[in-house]
């Protein structure tokens, strides 16, 4: 997933661009707690790596981008959203700068009840998009190849 952010106010052009972020992996590990005869908890550790790309518009050699992580069971309802903010410094005359929220990562606890599995849930990893950023991503993404 992709994020494009301008300047506030300005319009949408290359040279408003303040950066741009790519979700580039995300390294999960799962531990199980409690018994298997009784009711579980699946705690899942997550470290997210975003890729930041520094706009023309870009004064501060700064970029703050805000994640979700949310979880939804087998028929798709969510059952919680979580929200992260990581802050990315653009060193020296570097415009391209990689961060993993690896300290500590981000730690997800889901409860299993009894005839249930860690099978049954997904956990989704995305950026938090404003609407108009929203519109933007599915306006150039259709125009994609």
Do not use: W
């Not at 805000?66 to 060193?91: A, G």
């Not at 993993?100 to 005839?115: E, H, K, R, W, Y």
């Amino acid at each position: 997933m992709t994020i494009t952010r301008f300047l506030p106010g300005r319009g949408e052009d290359l040279t408003d661009v303040d950066y741009a972020a790519e979700l580039t992996d995300v390294d999960s590990r799962c531990t199980f707690v409690g018994n298997r005869d009784q009711d579980q908890t699946v705690v899942v550790a997550l470290a997210p790596a975003i890729t930041v790309v520094r706009g023309p518009a870009n004064a501060d050699r700064k970029a703050t981008i805000d994640y979700l992580v949310s979880v939804t069971d087998q028929d798709q309802n969510i059952l919680s959203v979580q929200r992260f903010p990581v802050s990315v410094e653009f060193v020296g005359n570097h415009s391209r700068a990689t961060v993993t929220d690896n300290d500590p990562p981000v730690t997800v606890a889901i409860p299993l009840s009894q005839g249930r599995s860690a099978d049954d849930y997904q956990i989704f990893v995305a950026f938090q998009l404003a609407p108009q950023e929203l519109e933007y991503y599915r306006r150039t993404q259709s125009a994609r190849p």
